[in-house]
């Protein structure tokens, strides 16, 4: 009967020992500090998220602006021609402007958006939309800046099999203002990439 009683005090008093006491605050210790780590992380990338855009906003812009711009005379002409280059010239560079117009506007009617997802780090339904967006823009944005690339490089190098001369040797500031606005693109759709790949972490970690 002795054994029997010392037993079940035994028991009983397990769940009031000291070290019994600190397992369980440390456990919950644990418990508590994950969901706000996970809140930390996910604001941590909604900050991040709104600084990549305000780049791309710049880059996309300066591509635009920079593009728009380009046009250039030469200071000699004929009776009948006078030698002209702007980028309103040839069909690939309006489409340029166009479409970086365009995700200069989309980048700045979404940051509202991410900012609200710093304020909302467990808003889903937001970051989905503009990974959504965000794809298809990426695909806009490459398609521009592909196509006027390609136009650049003509007028650099030519092409002797289709008689396309090589202009950049006389319209100089024509050629280094089209090639610094591809390059500008070629950024915004570089930074429109990375924004897709850390949407689609953030969302994978809800």
């Excluded at 054994?3 to 600190?22: M, V």
């Excluded at 069909?91 to 609200?116: C, D, E, H, K, R």
């Excluded at 924004?195 to 970690?205: E, I, K, M």
Aim: contains cysteine; positive net charge.
């Amino acid at each position: 009967m002795d054994s029997t009683k010392n037993t079940e005090e035994t028991a009983t008093n397990i769940p009031e020992s000291k070290s019994t006491k600190g397992k369980h605050v440390v456990y919950t210790a644990t418990t508590t500090a994950t969901p706000h780590h996970q809140a930390r992380w996910k604001r941590g990338v909604g900050i991040f998220d709104f600084i990549l855009r305000i780049c791309a906003l710049v880059a996309a812009l300066a591509a635009t602006t920079t593009m728009g711009t380009t046009d250039q005379t030469l200071p000699f002409f004929t009776q009948f021609f006078q030698f002209q280059a702007s980028y309103d010239d040839l069909p690939t560079f309006m489409f340029f402007v166009v479409a970086n117009a365009i995700a200069s506007g989309y980048l700045v009617l979404s940051l509202p958006f991410s900012i609200v997802g710093i304020v909302r780090p467990h808003a889903a339904g937001i970051k989905l939309l503009l990974l959504i967006l965000d794809t298809v823009l990426v695909a806009f944005t490459t398609a521009a800046a592909a196509a006027a690339a390609a136009i650049v490089y003509l007028a650099h190098n030519g092409n002797s099999n289709t008689n396309w001369l090589a202009i950049c040797q006389q319209f100089t500031d024509f050629c280094q203002r089209v090639s610094g606005a591809v390059v500008a693109s070629f950024i915004a759709a570089a930074i429109f990439i990375f924004l897709v790949v850390l949407s689609a972490v953030a969302l994978r970690r809800h």
